[in-house]
């Protein structure tokens, strides 16, 4: 069974930074496509971070130069460092994965099946 856990949220000011954790149980993280997801009060999901299973990353523009997707495949574990957080970051962020082969960060939300329960991240001006 596909289980995927986040962690690492939290509550900083503007320019701070995260660093967000997934650790995936029940399949091999480098065989599937993962993306990290957020989504804020009254705003549609959007994908942030994603990486392929070619290990290909791709960044929605808002975050590019700011956020980097890592991976430890040793310990089966995603990451996602946030650095110059801004009050817009500010959501539940989320990590999906799915054996997706070309996934991308445009990759939509309805073609993950595995998700995980979400993580807070907050953001102060």
């Known amino acids: 069974q596909v289980q995927l856990v986040e962690s690492g949220g939290g509550s900083v000011q503007a320019g701070g930074s995260l660093t967000l954790s997934c650790a995936a149980s029940?399949?091999?993280?480098?065989?599937?496509?993962m993306t990290w997801f957020r989504q804020a009060p009254g705003k549609e999901r959007e994908g942030v971070a994603s990486?392929?299973?070619?290990?290909?990353?791709s960044y929605a523009d808002s975050v590019k130069g700011r956020f980097t997707f890592s991976g430890d495949n040793s310990k089966n574990t995603v990451y996602l460092q946030m650095n110059s957080l801004k009050p817009e970051d500010t959501a539940m962020y989320y990590c999906?994965?799915?054996?997706?082969?070309?996934?991308?960060?445009?990759?939509?939300?309805?073609?993950?099946?595995?998700w995980g329960q979400g993580t807070q991240v907050t953001v102060s001006s």
């Open positions: 990486i392929d299973m070619r290990g290909i990353t």
């Open positions: 999906a994965a799915d054996r997706i082969w070309s996934c991308t960060v445009l990759t939509g939300a309805g073609s993950f099946d595995y």
């Open positions: 029940g399949y091999t993280s480098s065989t599937y496509c």
